[in-house]
Protein backbone atom coordinates (compact mmCIF):
# COMPACT_ATOMS: atom_id res chain seq x y z
CA UNK A 1 0.00 0.00 0.00
CA UNK A 2 1.31 3.73 -0.99
CA UNK A 3 1.68 5.10 1.95
CA UNK A 4 3.16 9.22 2.41
CA UNK A 5 3.41 9.85 6.13
CA UNK A 6 4.45 13.25 7.16
CA UNK A 7 5.65 15.05 10.25
CA UNK A 8 3.70 16.51 13.07
CA UNK A 9 2.37 20.10 13.40
CA UNK A 10 4.60 22.73 13.96
CA UNK A 11 3.93 25.95 15.92
CA UNK A 12 6.82 28.54 15.16
CA UNK A 13 7.63 32.38 15.79
CA UNK A 14 8.31 34.38 12.40
CA UNK A 15 11.85 34.76 11.94
CA UNK A 16 12.72 30.94 13.06
CA UNK A 17 13.60 28.08 10.24
CA UNK A 18 11.85 24.95 10.15
CA UNK A 19 12.06 22.00 8.00
CA UNK A 20 8.55 19.26 8.05
CA UNK A 21 9.08 15.52 6.50
CA UNK A 22 7.22 13.10 4.19
CA UNK A 23 7.98 9.66 4.28
CA UNK A 24 6.85 7.35 1.23
CA UNK A 25 6.43 3.46 1.62
CA UNK A 26 4.95 0.98 -0.30
CA UNK A 27 6.63 1.88 -3.43
CA UNK A 28 10.03 2.82 -5.01
CA UNK A 29 10.57 6.23 -3.72
CA UNK A 30 13.62 7.16 -6.82
CA UNK A 31 10.39 6.26 -9.21
CA UNK A 32 7.93 8.90 -8.50
CA UNK A 33 8.15 12.86 -8.12
CA UNK A 34 6.99 14.27 -4.84
CA UNK A 35 5.03 17.47 -5.09
CA UNK A 36 4.17 20.09 -2.32
CA UNK A 37 0.84 21.82 -2.22
CA UNK A 38 0.30 24.45 -0.11
CA UNK A 39 -3.46 25.26 1.95
CA UNK A 40 -3.80 28.59 3.51
CA UNK A 41 -6.74 28.89 6.24
CA UNK A 42 -10.04 28.47 4.02
CA UNK A 43 -8.37 28.89 0.87
CA UNK A 44 -8.05 26.64 -1.93
CA UNK A 45 -4.93 24.29 -3.31
CA UNK A 46 -1.58 26.05 -4.32
CA UNK A 47 1.13 23.75 -6.17
CA UNK A 48 4.67 24.95 -4.65
CA UNK A 49 7.27 22.95 -6.68
CA UNK A 50 8.07 18.97 -6.96
CA UNK A 51 11.79 16.95 -6.44
CA UNK A 52 12.43 13.69 -8.27
CA UNK A 53 14.06 11.82 -5.70
CA UNK A 54 16.66 10.31 -7.92
CA UNK A 55 18.50 13.14 -8.71
CA UNK A 56 16.87 15.78 -6.14
CA UNK A 57 16.13 17.85 -9.32
CA UNK A 58 13.56 20.30 -8.36
CA UNK A 59 11.24 22.99 -10.36
CA UNK A 60 9.32 25.69 -7.75
CA UNK A 61 6.80 27.77 -8.78
CA UNK A 62 7.12 31.17 -9.40
CA UNK A 63 5.27 32.23 -6.07
CA UNK A 64 7.40 29.87 -4.03
CA UNK A 65 11.38 30.14 -5.47
CA UNK A 66 13.97 31.63 -3.36
CA UNK A 67 11.23 31.45 -0.38
CA UNK A 68 11.37 27.66 0.44
CA UNK A 69 13.56 24.75 -0.27
CA UNK A 70 12.38 21.32 -1.19
CA UNK A 71 15.40 18.41 -0.97
CA UNK A 72 15.29 14.74 -0.06
CA UNK A 73 16.65 12.26 0.99
CA UNK A 74 16.38 8.46 -1.28
CA UNK A 75 18.48 6.42 1.44
CA UNK A 76 15.49 7.50 4.04
CA UNK A 77 12.59 7.32 1.50
CA UNK A 78 11.95 11.03 2.47
CA UNK A 79 11.15 14.47 0.84
CA UNK A 80 11.40 17.80 2.59
CA UNK A 81 10.37 21.07 2.83
CA UNK A 82 11.60 23.79 4.49
CA UNK A 83 12.06 27.63 5.25
CA UNK A 84 15.18 29.75 6.63
CA UNK A 85 13.38 32.30 7.92
CA UNK A 86 8.95 32.17 8.40
CA UNK A 87 6.62 34.73 7.94
CA UNK A 88 2.78 34.89 9.80
CA UNK A 89 1.66 34.33 6.24
CA UNK A 90 3.14 30.96 6.05
CA UNK A 91 0.73 29.73 8.31
CA UNK A 92 -1.30 26.98 6.22
CA UNK A 93 -1.74 23.23 5.99
CA UNK A 94 1.41 21.84 3.36
CA UNK A 95 0.70 18.34 1.71
CA UNK A 96 3.61 15.96 -0.30
CA UNK A 97 2.34 14.01 -2.80
CA UNK A 98 3.40 11.43 -4.96
CA UNK A 99 3.64 12.42 -9.15
CA UNK A 100 2.46 9.66 -11.29
CA UNK A 101 4.88 8.83 -14.30
CA UNK A 102 2.02 10.49 -16.57
CA UNK A 103 2.84 13.81 -13.70
CA UNK A 104 -0.66 14.14 -12.44
CA UNK A 105 -0.84 13.61 -8.16
CA UNK A 106 -2.21 9.98 -7.32
CA UNK A 107 -1.65 9.69 -3.77
CA UNK A 108 -1.20 12.72 -0.92
CA UNK A 109 0.35 12.99 2.60
CA UNK A 110 -2.08 13.28 5.77
CA UNK A 111 -0.95 17.17 5.89
CA UNK A 112 1.21 19.02 8.37
CA UNK A 113 0.17 22.23 9.87
CA UNK A 114 2.55 24.70 10.25
CA UNK A 115 1.10 27.55 12.29
CA UNK A 116 3.41 31.01 12.68
CA UNK A 117 2.54 33.33 15.03
CA UNK A 118 4.46 35.70 17.72
CA UNK B 1 1.46 30.26 -15.98
CA UNK B 2 -1.73 28.66 -16.82
CA UNK B 3 -4.87 30.00 -14.88
CA UNK B 4 -7.26 27.24 -14.21
CA UNK B 5 -10.72 28.96 -13.83
CA UNK B 6 -13.90 26.91 -11.98
CA UNK B 7 -17.09 27.85 -11.71
CA UNK B 8 -19.01 27.81 -10.71
CA UNK B 9 -17.42 28.60 -7.05
CA UNK B 10 -20.87 26.78 -5.32
CA UNK B 11 -23.37 24.41 -6.47
CA UNK B 12 -26.42 23.41 -4.23
CA UNK B 13 -28.05 20.49 -5.24
CA UNK B 14 -30.13 17.43 -3.76
CA UNK B 15 -29.21 14.19 -3.09
CA UNK B 16 -29.26 11.94 -5.95
CA UNK B 17 -29.95 15.27 -8.81
CA UNK B 18 -26.52 15.72 -11.37
CA UNK B 19 -24.08 17.91 -10.56
CA UNK B 20 -21.98 19.69 -13.26
CA UNK B 21 -18.29 21.46 -12.29
CA UNK B 22 -16.58 22.98 -14.91
CA UNK B 23 -12.92 24.18 -15.23
CA UNK B 24 -11.22 26.10 -17.91
CA UNK B 25 -7.26 26.41 -18.60
CA UNK B 26 -6.00 30.14 -19.92
CA UNK B 27 -4.19 28.09 -22.80
CA UNK B 28 -4.59 24.48 -23.98
CA UNK B 29 -3.59 21.47 -21.44
CA UNK B 30 -4.97 18.86 -24.13
CA UNK B 31 -6.11 16.26 -21.93
CA UNK B 32 -3.44 16.81 -18.81
CA UNK B 33 -6.47 17.80 -16.22
CA UNK B 34 -7.30 16.00 -13.22
CA UNK B 35 -9.78 16.42 -10.37
CA UNK B 36 -9.19 16.01 -6.85
CA UNK B 37 -12.19 15.87 -4.05
CA UNK B 38 -11.59 17.65 -0.79
CA UNK B 39 -13.94 16.61 2.10
CA UNK B 40 -13.02 19.37 5.82
CA UNK B 41 -10.50 18.17 7.75
CA UNK B 42 -9.00 15.52 5.05
CA UNK B 43 -6.49 15.37 2.28
CA UNK B 44 -7.32 15.74 -1.21
CA UNK B 45 -7.81 12.56 -3.04
CA UNK B 46 -7.41 11.78 -7.06
CA UNK B 47 -11.27 11.49 -8.62
CA UNK B 48 -10.19 11.66 -12.32
CA UNK B 49 -6.99 11.81 -14.47
CA UNK B 50 -6.30 12.39 -18.69
CA UNK B 51 -9.62 14.71 -18.13
CA UNK B 52 -12.20 11.52 -18.15
CA UNK B 53 -10.27 8.60 -16.73
CA UNK B 54 -10.97 7.45 -13.04
CA UNK B 55 -8.84 6.73 -10.61
CA UNK B 56 -8.84 3.28 -8.63
CA UNK B 57 -12.34 2.62 -6.63
CA UNK B 58 -13.76 5.42 -7.69
CA UNK B 59 -17.49 5.37 -8.65
CA UNK B 60 -18.64 5.43 -11.48
CA UNK B 61 -21.34 7.80 -11.15
CA UNK B 62 -18.17 10.22 -11.18
CA UNK B 63 -16.77 11.29 -14.96
CA UNK B 64 -14.86 13.72 -16.85
CA UNK B 65 -15.15 14.91 -20.12
CA UNK B 66 -13.42 17.86 -22.34
CA UNK B 67 -9.82 18.71 -23.82
CA UNK B 68 -7.79 21.90 -24.41
CA UNK B 69 -9.29 24.44 -22.50
CA UNK B 70 -12.72 23.54 -21.33
CA UNK B 71 -13.69 20.55 -18.49
CA UNK B 72 -16.12 18.72 -17.05
CA UNK B 73 -16.80 17.02 -13.79
CA UNK B 74 -20.25 15.13 -14.05
CA UNK B 75 -21.82 13.39 -11.00
CA UNK B 76 -24.57 11.75 -12.45
CA UNK B 77 -26.62 10.87 -8.64
CA UNK B 78 -25.59 12.85 -6.03
CA UNK B 79 -24.67 10.86 -3.03
CA UNK B 80 -24.55 12.18 0.91
CA UNK B 81 -20.38 11.34 0.82
CA UNK B 82 -19.91 13.48 -2.52
CA UNK B 83 -20.96 16.79 -0.74
CA UNK B 84 -17.08 18.14 -0.43
CA UNK B 85 -14.65 20.49 -2.31
CA UNK B 86 -13.82 19.55 -5.72
CA UNK B 87 -10.65 21.22 -7.59
CA UNK B 88 -9.48 20.93 -11.20
CA UNK B 89 -5.05 20.76 -11.97
CA UNK B 90 -3.66 20.88 -14.64
CA UNK B 91 -0.41 18.84 -15.48
CA UNK B 92 0.63 19.77 -19.39
CA UNK B 93 3.98 20.51 -19.92
CA UNK B 94 6.83 21.74 -17.64
CA UNK B 95 6.09 22.51 -14.24
CA UNK B 96 4.40 24.87 -12.71
CA UNK B 97 1.39 22.99 -12.28
CA UNK B 98 -1.55 24.69 -10.92
CA UNK B 99 -5.39 24.22 -9.84
CA UNK B 100 -8.36 25.81 -10.04
CA UNK B 101 -9.92 27.75 -6.92
CA UNK B 102 -12.47 25.16 -6.45
CA UNK B 103 -15.96 24.58 -6.21
CA UNK B 104 -17.97 23.09 -3.03
CA UNK B 105 -20.88 21.46 -3.52
CA UNK B 106 -23.31 21.80 -1.03
CA UNK B 107 -26.69 20.03 -0.32
CA UNK B 108 -29.44 21.94 -1.27
Known amino acids: EVQLVQSGAEVKKPGESLRISCKGS????????ISWVRQMPGKGLEWMGRIDPRDSYTNYSPSFQGHVTISADKSLSTAYLQWSSLKASDTAMYYC???????????WGQGTLVTVSS | EIVMTQSPAALSVSPGERATLSCRASQSVNTNLAWYQQKPGQAPRLLIYGASTRATGIPARFSGDGSGTEFTLTISSLQSEDFALYYCQQYSGWPPWTFGQGTKVEIK
Open chain 1, 26 to 33: GYSFTSYW
Open chain 1, 97 to 107: ARVDTAMFIDY
